[in-house]
């Protein structure tokens, strides 16, 4: 039998442990959230300075500011698929997605502000717009405030599970109505502001769905045939 005073140690030791990874794992995600929040407002003080604060700038700066904060959601929605299907050296992806998704939300809050900022100057857009990207920005605090660990344990895998898909699903679906919302042209100034990110959108749920299957293969394989 070990002495109870190895077990107490052991035990204290793992606490320490653990308190140490969620404490480098904070400091990950807030240095994530830090510097996707600086760099989409740098970005959007860049371009009203060059185009004016007024209507034009601030439309050009919201569409800057989405196109970077859709790569980091990209980044968090297709991470594990990337990984899955590509093998280790994607792990990055995989390992990182939380904070992908962390530096998603706050980079979008630069878009918000953006326009609120179009409110300010009176040209704020319809309300249908308020409605359909507002439940979208609803789901992506939603999401990054169950990512805090004691709350993702509260809620469980299964409920996580579910509110992630519908939630990051209804993120892209709104990213994808406003990529397309121009009909399809030849220009080079459409195909580089929009066509990557079309490509992109198409490519997302295409891989988390193919990384899936490829899942479900591997565990009717390594199911026991039935005896005969
Ligand atoms: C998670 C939530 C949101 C997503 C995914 C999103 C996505 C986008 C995207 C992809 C663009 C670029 C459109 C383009 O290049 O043509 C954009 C621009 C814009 N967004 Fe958002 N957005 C969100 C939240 C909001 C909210 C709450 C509003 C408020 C109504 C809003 C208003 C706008 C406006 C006015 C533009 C500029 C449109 C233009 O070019 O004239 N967005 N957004």
Not at 34 to 50: E, H, K, N, Q, R
Not at 134 to 160: C, N, R
Not at 176 to 204: C, E, G
Not at 207 to 225: E, H, K
């Amino acid at each position: 039998m070990r002495p109870a005073v190895n077990v107490a140690t052991t035990r204290v030791q793992r606490v320490l442990e653990v308190s140490i990874r969620d404490t480098i794992r904070s400091g990950e995600a807030i240095a994530w959230m830090a510097g996707s929040f600086g760099a989409a407002l740098l970005m959007a003080i860049a371009i009203l300075t060059c185009l004016g604060a007024n209507e034009h700038g601030t439309d050009d700066a919201l569409q800057a500011t989405a196109r970077f904060s859709f790569l980091l959601f990209w980044a968090a929605y297709s991470g594990s698929a990337l990984a899955a299907l590509f093998g280790p050296r994607w792990r990055f992806f995989k390992t990182s997605g939380r904070s992908f998704g962390l530096a998603f939300a706050s980079a979008h809050l630069v878009h918000f502000g953006l326009v609120l900022w179009l409110c300010q100057i009176g040209a704020a857009p319809p309300l249908g717009s308020f409605v359909f990207f507002g439940i979208a920005l609803l789901w992506t605090y939603i999401l990054a405030i169950l990512s805090v660990d004691w709350l993702h344990q509260a809620i469980g895998h299964k409920s996580w599970w579910w509110l992630s898909t519908i939630g990051l699903n209804y993120i892209l679906f709104a990213f994808a109505t406003d990529f397309t919302r121009f009909p399809f042209r030849t220009d080079p100034k459409y195909i580089l502001a929009y066509l990557p990110f079309i490509i992109l959108t198409v490519a997302a749920p295409v891989l988390r769905l193919t990384a899936w299957a490829q899942r479900m293969i591997g565990l009717l394989r390594q199911r026991p045939s039935p005896a005969r």
